[in-house]
């Protein structure tokens, strides 16, 4: 389907009118022979889908369903007041004003700017003097758009690799609609055209890395046998120029049922060593140090740990408590050593940061001879550079930032090979956009760069941060931005995730400012177990069967929004995306009670198959595995496709993908529907024809997906401004396909 505009929201009413679907809502009276059918799959009979049809991406019939089923949806939420919040979102994404990030190669901040004559992208440069400039002089290198016309390909710039100390020559990845997997191409960026006879490799999941001017080192599923279960690279190989990619030798491999490999190479020796890495699991590695012959030295540490290496020295964190060279240390220590020393047989680490029960580090990295250690003390940000040298390591804490809000740093530099120290610091709130500093070598105080625009009005708004008690008894953060007092009945968006270990941040988002706390609403941020928030403890106690713990924490956040006089039930709108649609859809099975209305997004949500589809098995460590019983057992309890039944209060659900989405399976969100309208549920689906796991291909068809959603969300919890009340959409269950 065409990006959402005025034009394809017509279209798809045509077809609406022209293929007799009904928009009315009316519930069919279903013979008990039907009934049975609608519930299927059950607990009790997993595998008894009749859905599996629609797991066929590119199937006529699937397709015709997608097509009716986006019609209904976009009758129902896509009218006057979709289009000028569409107008208003789009316009905001595409201001000429907003930040362009950058990262530095060799002498060039190079950045991927989209607006609305370049929906795709430009990829262009420019100096660090220049980008200090209000206004700074950019070098077209590409024009993403004119190479899709072009070409006639639906091509997206993924990402772009150099040769440290020589940024003439880059692989860019190309992506059709925004998928994973990409095309490798050499681009010459003197010439600012694509290399004749240069290295190009067919679409896969997978990158390259330069080992020299003439060598890249290639991790990529394209090939035969080259693939892992999860549809990874299986094998790391060198490719030489002027041979055939089918050609290039393996140098590293690993076994089918793990999830895949990596190699980076490190330039920060005068000699390039190579780090290979067998990625057993989400959690899991298995590190070797060698170079382009292979795998040398297999390092003596345990599988669960992050490791980062920079030049002589080695830093690592492991997931569980680790006893090495007569000391004991916690999960989620620091602990750094000399890698030559290492190497020789040494364990005597030293230790650069221990865990709190609610202080954690979030990640590690290497600018310079520097270590940066990223922080959440009780969900305030905390940066502190730790320096080694011949009498220990020195420490320095960075200041200035919000209790409340999103401090992001990074390296100025791609490559920490030719890092000088220069850091870039991002910081933000809910009400205060995003400003870009940057840290130069030896300059305590960030100066600023760039300063993102003010896209919504924040008077008489308020940031708080609140705890809610979960069903076991645990304290679960989450950040509160609305109108200053509780009204009993404020509309609230409510949003989270709680998975991989990933922690969920108060960024500033356009979006919700514009759309819902400038218009009076309230929104909440919930900080899940399953999360990252508090460390390893915290990401385990979601993880597995502790899944449901992340679900019982959601609904005790929008409990807790009830207790204290915020809201009603009906009057909170939830959303999630990805493992947070696992969660989306648990409110509707588990929680109906305490929900007004759900929006599901790019979800996972047949925890039965989940495994066969697409990048599915690589996420075993996470969830478990259907294919042993005693894992089902818990599976099942969160696995909503087969807890669904007939006969309950669930409140109306949008669930929204996309069909170039090679991650998480298109077919999760297509059978829900399927299910629940055959049940006569109240329940839509809108598919995206592009835009991988993501919201779209372009800030169009972005601001489409989201506005699409809070329309729905606004619509059912009874929240519409004058306009929308003009259109109102069908309120009673909707006939199944």
């Known amino acids: 389907m065409r990006s959402i505009d005025r034009v394809s929201i017509n279209d798809v009413l045509k077809v609406s009118v022209d293929s007799g679907v009904g928009l009315g809502g009316r519930v069919v009276k279903a013979s008990s022979s039907t009934k049975t059918r609608a519930e299927k799959p059950t607990i009790a009979a997993p595998d008894d889908d009749p859905n599996l049809w629609l797991e066929q991406l ?14 209904k949806t976009l009758q129902a939420f896509g009218g006057a007041a979709f289009e000028r919040d569409h107008d208003a979102l789009t316009s905001i994404y595409d201001r000429p004003d907003n930040i362009p990030y950058v990262n530095r190669c060799g002498g060039y901040l190079y950045n991927l700017w989209k ?44 990402s772009t690799t150099s040769l440290p100390g020589n940024h003439s020559r880059a692989i860019l ?16 960026t003197d010439r600012k055209s694509f290399v004749h006879d240069g290295f190009v490799l067919p679409e896969a999941k997978g990158r390259a890395e330069w080992l020299d001017t003439d060598t890249l080192v290639l991790t990529s599923a394209y090939g035969r046998s080259m693939a892992t279960g999860s549809g990874y690279a299986r094998t790391v190989r060198l490719w ?89 240390h916690a999960a989620d220590t620091v602990l750094a050593i000399s890698l030559p020393a290492f190497l020789a047989g040494s364990r005597q680490f030293e230790v650069l940061f221990v865990p709190e029960p609610r202080r954690a580090l979030q990640r590690f990295f290497w600018s310079a001879d520097k270590l940066v250690l990223c922080v959440l003390d009780e969900l305030r940000p905390v940066f502190e550079i730790c320096t080694p040298s011949a009498n220990g390591w020195t420490r320095q804490q960075l200041h200035g930032f919000p ?56 008077d008489g708004l308020l940031v708080t941060q609140h705890e809610a008690i979960s069903i076991d008894g645990e304290r679960i953060p989450y950040v509160q931005t609305g109108p200053v007092g509780e009204s009993g009945d404020a509309p609230v968006h409510m949003s989270g995730y709680g998975g991989f270990g990933a922690s969920v941040r108060s960024y500033y988002n356009s979006a919700l400012g514009k759309l819902w706390l400038e218009r009076g609403g309230t929104t909440v941020q919930a900080n899940l177990r ?114 669904a ?28 529907v399927a299910k629940l309208q055959a049940m006569g549920y109240e329940a839509y689906l809108y598919e995206l024809a592009a835009g991988g796991h993501g919201y779209g291909r372009d800030h169009k068809e972005f601001a489409g997906f989201q506005v699409l959603g809070l329309q729905f969300l606004k619509s059912k919890i009874g929240w519409l401004d004058e306009e929308a009340q003009a259109n109102p959409s069908p309120t009673t269950p909707q006939t199944p396909e």
């Open 58 to 71: 590119e199937s006529a019939r699937a397709l015709k369903f997608v097509e009716r089923q986006n019609a």
């Open 115 to 158: 607006d609305a004559d370049n929906p795709r992208g430009l990829w262009r440069r420019t100096t660090l003097g220049e980008f200090r400039s209000e206004n700074p002089s950019w070098e077209v290198l590409l024009d993403i758009d004119q190479l899709a016309v072009t070409e006639g390909e639906d091509w997206l710039l993924s």
């Open 173 to 188: 990845s190309l992506s059709r609609g925004g998928s994973d997997a990409v095309t490798l191409r050499e681009f010459d």
């Open 240 to 328: 030489q120029r002027g041979t055939h990619a089918d050609d290039a030798a393996v140098i590293f491999e690993t076994s089918v049922d793990h999830m895949a490999v990596g190699c980076t190479v490190d330039h920060t020796v005068a000699l390039p060593r190579m780090w290979f890495v067998d990625e057993i699991d989400f959690f899991n590695f298995a590190t070797w140090l060698g170079d382009k012959s292979g795998a040398t030295t297999k390092l003596d540490l345990p599988s669960n740990m992050w490791i980062l290496a920079h030049r002589d020295w080695l830093a690592v964190k492991p997931r569980e408590a680790w006893s090495v060279a007569g000391q004991t």
């Open 403 to 458: 209790d409340i809000g999103v401090v992001d740093v990074w390296p100025l530099d791609r490559d920490s090979s030719e890092s000088n120290g220069d850091l870039l610091v991002k910081s933000q709130d809910p009400l205060t956009p995003p400003s870009l500093r940057l840290i130069e070598t030896e300059i305590a105080t960030p100066t600023v760069l760039k300063q993102a625009p003010k896209t919504f009005t924040a």
């Open 530 to 643: 399953g999360g990252g928030e508090f460390g390893t403890r915290w990401h385990d106690a979601g993880r597995l069967a502790g899944k449901r713990l992340s679900h019982d924490d959601f609904a005790a956040v929008a409990a807790d929004l009830v207790r204290r006089g915020v809201t009603q039930p009906k009057r909170i709108a939830a959303e999630g995306g990805s493992n947070g649609g696992i969660l989306i859809a648990n409110m509707l099975t588990r929680y109906p009670e305490r929900f007004g209305a759900l929006f599901c997004t790019i979800p996972l949500i047949d925890m039965r198959r989940y495994t066969k589809l697409l990048a599915g098995a690589s996420w075993i460590a996470e969830y478990g595995n259907p294919d042993h019983p005693d894992e089902w057992q818990w599976l099942k309890a969160y696995s909503a496709y087969h807890t």
């Open 645 to 672: 039944k007939p006969g309950q209060n669930y409140p109306p659900i949008l669930i929204a993908t996309t069909r170039r989405d090679d991650r998480v399976h298109p077919g999760h969100a297509r059978k829900m």
